[in-house]
């Protein structure tokens, strides 16, 4: 059986990505597929609240330091 992995990649912009990690582990088979989100260190309110709820659900990795060309780097 193929495993599919969903990566999203995200800085700042919460909305967004709280619009799609959701949408992806609500309408995927976890059996069956993996989400990964790579945050490059968003800053934005609500953010650590956001990422450290989704540990049970999708492997989280957060940046920590901020550079140019942010969302980039976790491209």
């Known amino acids: ?3 599919i992995l ?3 990649l995200t800085c700042n ?3 967004y990505a709280r619009n ?3 949408s992806l582990l609500e309408f995927v088979n976890l059996d069956k597929c993996q ?3 790579l945050d ?3 800053v934005e309110p609500g953010a650590d609240e956001f990422f450290g709820s ?3 659900r999708a492997i989280v990795h957060r940046f920590r330091d901020r550079v140019p ?4 780097r976790a491209m």
């Open 40 to 42: 490059n260190c968003s």
């Open 69 to 72: 060309n942010e969302l980039y």
């Open 35 to 37: 989400v990964l989100v």
């Open 20 to 22: 799609c990690v959701n």
């Open 1 to 3: 059986m193929a495993h």
């Open 13 to 15: 912009r919460i909305h």
């Open 54 to 56: 989704l540990k049970d």
């Open 6 to 8: 969903f990566s999203v």
